[in-house]
């Protein structure tokens, strides 16, 4: 469970001080999966760095399961765009880095990380470099290290939108698969209302900057390919896409 | 491939002698010896009178750049991690880092004394800043990105260090070598001018006083093949990064 209370964020530049965030609140129950989406440069990354611990210096409260947000106490798996691979690791490392920075390695975390990346499409490629991979597999690998890491919550910013339409589409089914397996308190930063429909049990829409979350909504569409009413989701559609825009003039 | 490169290397090694050879006919002074004569001396002196002046060299260039390397790499990884270090030290680096540290020689050679020490020590002082700002310059480029998914694990600064600045310095220190290496190569040439009847700088200069000039190219020529060595040794250690380099 994630609860984000009345989040502000400043960036410090020569000119002075930044506002990214501005009052945000957020709600994630556990298991479930918000899709936070907004147009470029209005805090959705600030957001989701708070939430992994690495922005230390906000007012407000971040609390997962209650607890006010520690990187070493919680397990935090993040999927970041350009899949945040260590470049000399190989796929084996990278997706058990997370887990060696929390304990030891044993047998059983080695087996459950190599069944994982083979679910993902990546047997035979485990002693890769990321250098010698295609984007898609990439991103694979830095999904698959999220969910070796068994976290408490799962961040993801905007992590397929480098990816070409069949990839993606591919990578999202293959996403909801495992997600569904773990239902890991989610989420996921897209600019795609496409996007957030299909991954979001509910749709956060953030404008900015300064960064602020002027609607969130249950979305029916979790999940679903084919659309059984589409008046329905194309009237959501549109009213994500006037909420985005109305607020960016 | 090695095989291939180690041609290569002839090949182009041959080429070279040849238009020395062309060029040394075309002067026709004892000032310029044609390469064949100078091979022919050193089959016969190298190792009975150059081998223990390369080899000396050899000892003074290597130890002082493995010295050079663990304070430069140290000093230059913890000023790119740790800005307040940085902010100290870089006006220090900057200001003696343009000093002609060779005008310290007679300091030095008081200092350390006659022997290695003093010798070391000024390659040492000349190339480890070459060393310090690459390594500092290589941590500052790593993009923030690249820590993020540590820092959103909790890892502190020792598994930081592990995983990410070292791996990601080690390519960028073999080029800090490659350039320390001819630095100090030169700087070694000019040090054993002076206190010393030992190494190939002092073989060289000797030679050329006694106006033996075969003897004295045939010095030039083991100190270019030092170089070689070092050069090519440096380059085989780049193959361990190869893979995810490339």
């Not at chain 1, 404008?207 to 979305?219: L, S």
């Not at chain 2, 290695?116 to 310090?132: C, D, M, P, R, Y």
């Not at chain 2, 540590?150 to 020792?158: F, M, V």
Request: aromatic share 10%.
């Amino acid at each position: 469970m994630i609860t984000v209370r009345n989040l502000e964020v400043f960036y410090k530049s020569s000119r002075g001080k930044f506002m990214a965030l501005a009052g945000v609140n957020l709600d994630v129950e556990k298991g479930g999966i918000v899709a936070v989406i907004g147009p470029s440069g209005c805090g959705k990354s600030t957001l989701l760095y708070t939430l992994a611990g690495i922005i230390k210096e906000f007012k407000g409260e971040v609390l997962i399961d209650k607890t006010p947000i520690d990187p070493r106490k919680h397990r935090i798996g993040l999927v970041l765009q350009d899949y945040g691979l260590l470049p000399w690791k190989n796929v084996i490392e990278n997706s058990l880095l997370g887990l060696r920075v929390k304990k030891k390695i044993t047998k059983t975390d080695r087996e459950y990380a190599e069944y994982l990346l083979s679910r993902m499409g990546l047997s035979g490629l485990f002693t890769r470099y990321p250098g010698e991979l295609s984007g898609g597999q990439r991103q694979r690998v830095a999904i698959a290290r999220a969910f070796i890491l068994k976290p408490d919550i799962l961040l993801m910013d905007e992590p397929l939108s480098a990816l070409d339409a069949i990839t993606r589409e591919e990578m999202q089914d293959l996403f909801l698969d495992v997600w569904k397996g773990d239902s890991i308190s989610t989420v996921f930063v897209t600019h795609s209302t496409e996007e957030a429909m299909y991954l979001g049990k509910k749709i956060a829409v953030m404008t900015g900057p300064p960064g602020r979350i002027v609607k969130t909504m249950d979305n029916p569409f979790f999940g679903a390919r084919e659309i059984k009413d589409p008046g329905l989701y194309f009237s959501i559609k549109s009213k994500l896409k006037d909420l985005i825009k109305g607020r960016q003039k | 491939m090695k095989v291939k490169n180690t041609g290569r290397y002839i090949f182009i090694l041959f080429l070279i002698f040849i238009l020395w050879h062309i060029a040394s006919a075309a002067v026709k002074s004892p000032l310029f010896p044609p390469p064949t004569a100078v091979f022919c001396n050193l089959r016969e002196v190298f190792f009975s009178k150059i081998a223990v002046h390369a080899a000396l060299s050899i000892y003074r260039i290597v130890a002082g750049l493995i010295i050079s390397v663990l304070i430069g790499s140290i000093l230059g990884l913890l000023m790119g991690f740790y800005h307040s270090v940085d902010r100290v030290l870089s006006p220090v680096i900057y200001f003696i880092y343009p000093i002609p540290k060779i005008a310290l020689l007679p300091i030095v050679m008081i200092l350390f004394g006659l022997g290695e020490l003093s010798k070391i020590t000024l390659i040492v002082i000349i190339t480890v800043f070459q060393i310090v700002i690459t390594m500092r310059d290589t941590v500052k480029n790593i993009p923030k990105e690249t820590f993020y998914s540590l820092t959103s694990l909790g890892a502190g600064d020792i598994v930081v260090f592990k995983e990410i600045i070292l791996p990601a310095a080690a390519p960028e220190l073999l080029t800090a070598v490659r350039l320390g290496a001819g630095t100090a190569i030169s700087v070694l040439f000019f040090t054993e001018n002076f206190g010393t009847v030992q190494g190939i700088g002092y073989f060289i200069m000797d030679a050329w006083m006694r106006v033996n000039y075969i003897d004295m190219y045939s010095g030039i020529l083991v100190l270019g093949g030092i170089g070689l060595i070092l050069f090519s040794f440096v380059d085989a250690l780049d193959r361990i990064f190869y893979r995810w380099k490339n």
